[in-house]
């Protein structure tokens, strides 16, 4: 699968830039993981603003979830996953429409209770006896990333659950339910106040690169090029770095 990064997005902000924004009459489903949730929940109502007459629908769940789903049929219009390799089960499967392209990154970070209590510091206390330590899923994006992180710390770190996505992991944890748990810089960002952060090593680090692709067969495929067109466009990235989201 060839993925092109958020630079090499011209083809589809001409499409944008040759649409009225009157045209678009139909609704989009928009398929994003969890992690997306804030920042496209923003970008949907930016880009309404560009043409009124829009209509979107969110489906955030984990990438794999999604990737599946759509796979099976689900009626998607646009996916944006939070992993290259769920993606590239998506163009596999042949209903992807025109190539994947990177939009955004991103980096874990360690989600404690607000004021780490725990005096958690990194990795490391991660396998403490007395911190009760809660991870995604290894099928779900930010926990097989979690897991490469505690590999390239040399940590046998214990989860006493493996949650559905970024966002359970981050309840989780603010609810009180557990120490601590690995999801996404953007994740702790979106939860100030009711979780603390701490931070991962860089040497210890693996950064999640985002793409988004129209998906094949959709209600309104011009609508959904233009969305996608947004994503990627000098506003959309302006407001994906306004959540915390880096450059692809």
Known sequence: ??????????????????????????????????????????????????????????????????????????PADVFASADEENMAKVVAAGVSDGEPQLFASNQLQIAVGPGNPKKILGPADLARPDVVLVLAAPTVPVGKYALEALGKAGVAARPVSQEVDARAVLNKVSLGEADAGIVYVTDVRSAAGRVSGVNIPESDQVIARYPVVVIQGGKAPLLARRFAAYVLSPEGQKTLASFGFAAP
Do not use: H, W, Y
């Open 1 to 74: 699968m060839r993925i092109i990064v958020a630079a090499g997005a011209t083809a589809l902000v001409v499409l944008a830039a040759c649409s009225s924004p009157g045209a678009a009459t139909a609704e989009i489903t928009i398929f994003a993981g969890s992690s997306l949730t804030d920042v496209f929940d923003q970008l949907g109502n930016d880009f309404r603003k560009t043409d009124g007459s829009a209509r979107l629908t969110f489906n955030f769940g984990s990438s794999s979830t999604l990737a599946t789903q759509i796979i099976n049929g689900a």
